[in-house]
């Protein structure tokens, strides 16, 4: 058996509910912009995040509403992807609050800041990983706007670094999962993909 689920009969805010709760694990962006007169840094976290190319390397999220992200992003043209680990948990949820536009979440969750490289809007210190953006693109999709942002520097902390490589153990993502349920990264499984050659080879 199966239930069958019809977005218009269920409604939006319950069909949204259903697809971040099947849509999982998801990665967060930890979005960090900065208003239009430099004076006030955001940050907040987007869990509707992936990779949108590889040459030349560009990062989406999406803004479900307007948000203070998507405003200042595309205000300035820049943000930075910082990378939510384990132990930032509570900062990152943290984050996630409703401020209004003139509170920057950096001063009032008590997060230290440190300057990026090349862009304006600043890296969370503590944060293993940042992917600084420049705006590429943005989609408006019904309620949403994706933003597609070209990554011109990345910095890693040489602490989750092994052989020139970060290493996931060292990373330890966070992820968001349905509700209110984060996941962390638990057991971790390696397989290599098949070439079809070797496949026809061994007759698989």
């Not at 209004?100 to 969750?109: K, L, R």
């Not at 503590?126 to 309620?143: I, Q």
């Not at 011109?152 to 490589?165: F, Q």
Request: include cysteine; aromatic fraction near 8%; glycine fraction near 6%.
């Amino acid at each position: 058996m199966r239930v069958d689920f019809d977005p218009e009969a269920v409604g939006p805010n319950d069909f949204y509910r259903l697809l971040t709760a099947v849509v999982v694990p998801r990665p967060i962006a930890w979005v960090s912009t900065i208003s239009k007169d430099h004076s006030v840094p955001n940050l907040a976290p987007h869990s509707f995040f992936t990779v949108a190319s590889t040459q030349p390397p560009i990062v989406q999220f999406t803004s479900v509403g307007r948000k203070d992200s998507l405003r200042n992003a595309e205000e300035t043209g820049e943000f930075v992807v910082n990378f939510c680990s384990e132990p930032l948990f509570e900062q990152v949820n943290a984050t996630g609050t409703d401020f209004p536009s003139d509170v920057g979440e950096f001063e009032a969750v008590g997060i230290e800041q440190e300057p990026s490289l090349r862009v304006k809007p600043p890296r969370v210190a503590a944060s293993p990983v940042a992917l600084e953006c420049r705006l590429h693109s943005t989609l408006c999709l019904g309620d949403s706007t994706v933003v597609f942002g070209r990554v011109v520097h990345a910095v890693l902390s040489e602490d989750v670094v092994v052989d020139g490589h970060p290493d996931i153990e060292l990373l330890r993502p966070l992820s968001r999962l349905g509700r209110n349920e984060w996941g962390t990264m638990g057991e971790i499984k390696e397989i290599a993909r098949i070439p079809y050659a070797v496949w026809q080879q061994n007759g698989s």
